[in-house]
């Protein structure tokens, strides 16, 4: 079993900035497809950004292209999502989520839930006007 160990949430005016971490065990950030979703009270959970851990490619959904920047830290078995020019449309439950097996991110299907098999607890952001 993969535990994923999501932080960093907080609440914080428009216009401000937070850095959620996701960390993870060793074994598990090599070559894998890690990815950011997030979820508003009556809405269902959309992707956010997702990045292959064995190289450079990342991808972002529209709405944050940007403002958040996705990445990882492999020594440190840690993912990142830096949050800047926050708005109160961001607030959400964040989470991040892990591939099952190696390989690249799909670029077809990096925002589907299903294409990720571990996922963390979550970390709520809120973002005020």
């Known amino acids: 079993q993969v535990q994923l160990t999501d932080s960093g949430g907080g609440s914080v005016q428009a216009g401000g900035s937070l850095r959620l971490s996701c960390v993870g065990p060793?074994?598990?950030?090599?070559?894998?497809?890690m990815g950011w979703f997030r979820q508003a009270p009556g809405k269902e959970r959309e992707g956010v950004a997702a990045?292959?851990?064995?190289?450079?490619?990342?991808y972002y959904a529209d709405s944050v292209k940007g403002r958040f920047t996705i990445s990882r830290d492999n020594s440190q078995n840690t993912l990142y999502l830096h949050m800047n020019t926050l708005k109160p449309e961001d607030t959400a439950m964040y989470y991040c989520?892990?591939?099952?097996?190696?390989?690249?991110?799909?670029?077809?299907?990096?925002?589907?839930?299903?294409?990720?098999?571990?996922w963390g607890q979550g970390t709520q952001v809120t973002v005020s006007s």
């Open positions: 060793g074994y598990g950030f090599t070559r894998k497809c």
């Open positions: 989520a892990r591939t099952l097996t190696r390989g690249t991110c799909p670029s077809d299907s990096w925002e589907t839930e299903s294409t990720y098999y571990y």
């Open positions: 990045i292959y851990t064995g190289g450079t490619s990342t």
